[in-house]
């Protein structure tokens, strides 16, 4: 019937049974506990640490998965650990480790898929997030990651009326993981050159609704508003979001919501930069850097690369590019910046950045150079054939022509 109880320490438990509350309430007053017991209480413990070493959080975890190969909540609570530590190799061996003995778990092919794909084997990711689906159609993850291949091949018409299709399994799902799947249909009108309504009508209805709901939402959530107005800024859409993102900054002033993600605090001192929040956006640098000076040697030397993004975002914000451009530095390469806690996906914007900072400080030479081997890569995005463009058109050469009819052919026929 529903309903909600108190356990002893005055927790909201949602029961209507009075022998539930009484079975949670001994389970406290126990003294013993299993060898399984002790290892999830361990592995758990080390990731509360007050001087985590994530090396040491990780062998605990993968001795438990070893132990009790069946626990996938351990799995997915190492595999995110994985994911700060900007090593989906290691999570892909974890998730392999124990997958014979959860062949007929759906749950197990998502995050099977998400490692292979994090990893750069699409087709394999593609197979694992099918598999998952064939088990259980509504399942999120493995959704989220077949999303993720159609998105990376150029898929973008398939990948959009796949999602909306799964959308309407969506309604039970958190906040983050429900904006997070929207956030990439998104992604798909974006890149696919869709109409730029369909974009923002994604972030009006689908995720900014979804914050003014509820300020109580994850921290993710603002991720996935500030990830998508920053391509659309990048587009040079800038007065058609200029609301939008004053808003967005205005919300992130709030340092509530500062030093709870790294990838969350890169974004934000490049909105509170873009929107004029100078003073709030030096505070929240100045944070940063405390925070990477407390941190031992080697967690400073991975977290290095974060605090530079953040210091040429918030000049990229500020419309310093030579700077940004200096603090990136010639070679830069956003997958290095995996330890922000950030898929490639969601790190990709950072290399727009750098693309964009080349053709507005004049170095056509250098962005031509990075800008033909993505269009080898990846060839069906428009944007880049764009910016490619552009770089020719900056030094006068004539392949700019052959790619402006590459980018038109691909605007005018992603969504056909």
Not at 135 to 163: P, T, Y
Not at 294 to 312: C, F
Request: aromatic content about 10%.
């Amino acid at each position: 019937m529903g309903g909600l109880k108190f356990d002893k320490w005055g927790y909201e438990v949602n029961t209507a049974s009075d022998a539930c509350i009484s079975a949670i309430n001994s389970f406290y007053h126990q003294k013993q506990a299993s060898k399984y017991e002790k290892a999830v209480f361990d592995a758990v413990s080390s990731l509360i640490a007050e001087n985590r070493d994530d090396d040491v959080a990780l062998e605990l975890h993968s001795k438990l998965l070893e132990d009790f190969p069946r626990d996938l909540v351990s799995l997915k609570r190492a595999q995110i650990l994985c994911f700060y530590m900007g090593r989906p190799d290691l999570s892909l061996n974890l998730v392999q480790k124990v997958l014979p003995q959860n062949e007929q778990e759906n749950y197990i092919y998502g995050m099977l898929a998400f490692s292979l794909l994090e990893t750069g084997r699409m087709a394999d990711a593609e197979k694992a997030a099918k598999k998952g689906l064939q088990i259980n159609r509504e399942d999120s993850w493995a959704q989220h990651a077949l999303c993720h291949v159609l998105q990376h091949e150029c898929r973008f018409k398939e990948a959009v009326g796949f999602m909306e299709e799964c959308s309407k399994s969506w309604n039970s799902l958190s906040s983050f993981m429900c904006t997070h799947n929207w956030w990439h249909v998104a992604l798909c009108y974006l890149e696919g050159h869709s109409p730029m309504r369909k974009v923002l009508d994604v972030y009006d209805h689908c995720i900014w609704k979804e914050l003014e709901r509820n300020h109580a939402v994850p921290r993710e959530v603002y991720l996935n508003a500030l990830g998508l107005l920053l391509r659309v800024y990048l587009r040079g859409e800038i007065d058609i979001i200029e609301d939008r993102l004053k808003i967005l900054a205005g919300c992130l002033t709030n340092q509530d919501l500062w030093y709870l993600e790294w990838h969350l605090d890169v974004l934000t001192v490049w909105a509170l930069a873009s929107t004029g929040e100078y003073g709030k956006g030096e505070d929240l640098l100045k944070g940063l850097r405390s925070r990477i000076s407390k941190m031992s040697n080697k967690k400073r030397r991975v977290m290095q690369g974060g605090m530079l993004l953040a210091e040429a975002m918030y000049e990229y914000g500020k419309g310093n590019y030579s700077r940004a451009l200096e603090l990136l530095g010639p070679d830069f390469d956003a997958n290095r910046c995996k330890a922000i806690g950030a898929s490639d996906e969601q790190l990709d914007v950072f290399n727009e950045v750098w693309y964009v900072a080349m053709l507005n400080t004049g170095r056509a030479a250098e962005a031509i150079k990075v800008l033909e081997s993505r269009t080898e890569k990846r060839e069906g995005v428009p944007f880049m054939w764009r910016l490619l463009e552009r770089a020719y058109s900056m030094l006068g050469r004539p392949e700019a022509t052959a790619a402006r009819e590459k980018a038109k052919h691909l605007e005018d026929t992603c969504f056909k």
